[in-house]
């Protein structure tokens, strides 16, 4: 390597400001020179780090004998240049120390014509273009929602027989083991903890299947990308851009999303946020559209879903839109810079992190919060209030549950589900999104006694299991290819297999309600579903960010909006002559 | 330069793209950081990133997710802001 | 003969210790700068019969004083006025490393530019003109380098051993 420029180093070198601070500089350093005690420090230098406001060597300065010449200089300069320049004088210098840099660049550096266009680049260019950003967010989404639906409904099934069957079969064996077939306890631990814990669990695959989905988005850094789109459009809306960035953090869970709005400046700014982050669709409704969704657009499922997150979005977005220009009018529309990581592919390793640790989560909560809600929704299922039952042995519809599931009843009557066990489940599902699962899977169960299970033994059982489980992912691999429209298999139009159980149980339920518009009393429930508050975590959470008049605000604000929308849905469909 | 980087967070119209901002300026991302880092110390910028915090602290029992932190805030991206244009 | 002192700064990550290892071989001393928790390295540096100090700055962006590590950086400069001062700079990030050039420029002490990771910048196809920018810089020494494939190191201890040999440094002594 060729050594350049092996001359003198001993010629001072020196970034040359504008003649107007090169003066004061000179007079400063004259000053700086005249003081013994500064001598130890180069004086030009010194002039520079006084004239930009250190304040460390500013006391040594005002500490030195005869130092009150050089501070004297020193304001004198500092107000010549602040009259001139109108901003403080270090922006000024470390402006033009960078501008000296820059140019010093422009002249010795060449860059290659391509190095600038990374594939990172090419493809941010696409994905987040002006255009295409929201189709293509819109289309992968879509795609995960297939995937949630289509590739995990097999291994639901799996685990709904695994609980369904042997695990009960093998839980009722060991209570007649110890004599108490029969009695209130087996209908705690069947129709209480099993059906509703249990009703929870059968959908951690499709849990997983999604926050898989969600892990490869993050990991990669498309999520990133999926906010700067979306703020983006927020931003045209005339919506403060930051709050997308909580809003995705709400499709795993609201909670921290609702804490992540303290990224944002303005009390304003999250208080509006705040409102609209409960819309995001959150994890735990996923399971509520799954059940309902298989039940009553089995061959639709995944567009169902999908539809549901959208229409979350689209209300979030038009509910700011609507405040923004009531309650939340602000001038300013403050334009950000978001750094976009660069993409990398997702290791494996962090992808099972994520999902592994959300999965957790959900099932965590379902032996806690869900288990605790199932055995007191038992107890209030046990308890006869009418007719001639007796504790733990009364018609549902005497139960206290149903009479006091049945006050509120009325309310959803126009909606298409004004039955008990709809208003139930969501009354109940106040508590937390899966408990309307949890309740329902409850109700219908009981509402559709299984004939008597043969007895069977345990090695039956786990046979049963390893069997099914080897079925489920033979379906799920036929499943696959079907996501992206290639049917390898030739799949015969899959006859839908008449609803079994709970399902049928669930499916005549709507129908009785709506006057046989079941299949848009769903779609009405769901949407009420998305809408409504999503959990006392949440209101726990506005309440402590937000205050209470705010967390009000926000409790009947959701209220009244599903109530409304879910109207819209039922009786604008059944005008239109859908379902 | 310094002043460019300031301009141009108050001229945007939109929301922008840290690597945009460089082409748009014609600096070197790194060099770009490092004036971003300057006016963040003068505080006419603002940088935040959404971190995870510990859920059992902040979402209550319902969330449940054990003492670690909340697993559903991922990385997020790093957000700059100016300070001072809100009323 | 005297006892030269020679300062080494840079920003992070621009493989300075990487020089500094190269230069000093195993004549190295590690302590913590005077009442901070700051690692120091010293290293002496023999050449064609000169004995150097060589003295690992910490990493730092610039010599504003904003952090512990800039503060040391600065005061050693500043205060205890090495004969000069190798800046490493990472070729393949010039302008955000050129601003602590400027800086260091400033403070008076003549300096050397130790032009490192150029088989980086090669690779990306970029190109200095590394005697431009010597010119550009009233002629002081600019140094190609590639230090974790050794190469460069021996032009720099030549630099140095020039530097310090040179007539007017000579009459400084």
Known sequence: MTVIGTAALNAPIYVRYQPDIEDELTRLSTAIGQTPLLQRYHPRWLAIQLLEGDSGLLTEVQNAPNGAPVLQVLNDSQARLRAIYNEDIDVILTDQRYRFVNTLVRRVLTRPATQRETLSDRVDKIVTHRLLGIPIFLALMWLVFKLTTDVATPYLEWVEEAIGGPLTNQLVALLTLIGLDGTWVESLVVDGIIAGVGGVLVFVPVLMTLYLALAILEDSGYMARAAFVMDRLMHILGLHGKSFLPMIVGFGCNVPAIYATRTLETEKDRILTGLLVPFMSCSARLPVYVLLATIFFPAYSGLVVFGLYMLGIVAAIGLGFALKHTLFKTKDRVPFIMELPPYHLPTLRGIWTHMWERTASFIRRAGTVIMATSILIWLLMAIPTRGDGAFADTELDDSAFATVAGVVAPVFAPLGFGSWEASGALVTGFIAKEVVVSTMSQIYGVAEEEEAAEPTTLVDDLGQVVTSFAGATIDTLRAIPLIIGIDLMGTEAEDEAEPAGLMRAAQSNFEVSSGGHGALAALAFMVFVLLYTPCVAVIAAARQEFGNRWMWFSVVGQLVIAWIAALVVFQGGRLLGWG | MLQQVLRAFEEAREPLNLVDLARQLDVDQPALEGMIAYWVRKGRLKESQATASSCRAECGPTCASGAGPCPFIGKMPRIITLVGTEE | ?173
């Not at chain 3, 210790?17 to 023999?46: A, C, D, M, Y």
């Not at chain 3, 003295?55 to 205890?80: C, H, K, M, N, W």
């Not at chain 3, 088989?119 to 974790?148: E, F, N, T």
């Open chain 3, 1 to 173: 003969m005297r006892n030269w002192t020679i300062a080494l700064a840079g920003n992070p990550n621009v493989g300075k210790s990487t020089i500094f290892n190269g230069l000093t071989g195993s004549r190295q001393h590690v302590g913590n700068w005077p009442g901070k928790t700051v690692e120091k390295k010293t290293g002496i540096l023999k050449c064609a019969g000169q004995e150097l100090t060589i003295v690992d700055l910490p990493g730092t962006y610039s010599l504003s004083a904003y952090s512990l590590e800039e503060q040391i950086a600065r005061d050693f400069i500043v205060l205890e006025r090495p004969q000069a001062v190798v800046n490493v700079i990472d070729a393949t990030n010039l302008e955000r490393n050129l601003y602590l050039t400027a800086q260091i420029l400033e403070t008076g002490i003549p300096l050397i530019i130790a032009l490192n990771m150029c088989d980086l910048a090669d690779a990306r196809g970029i190109i200095i003109d590394v005697a431009h920018l010597s010119q550009l810089l009233d002629g002081i020494a600019v140094i190609p380098m590639a230090a974790s494939h050794n190469h460069g190191l021996e032009e720099l201890k030549q630099a140095l051993v020039a530097y310090v040999l040179q007539p007017s440094q000579q009459q400084a002594a």
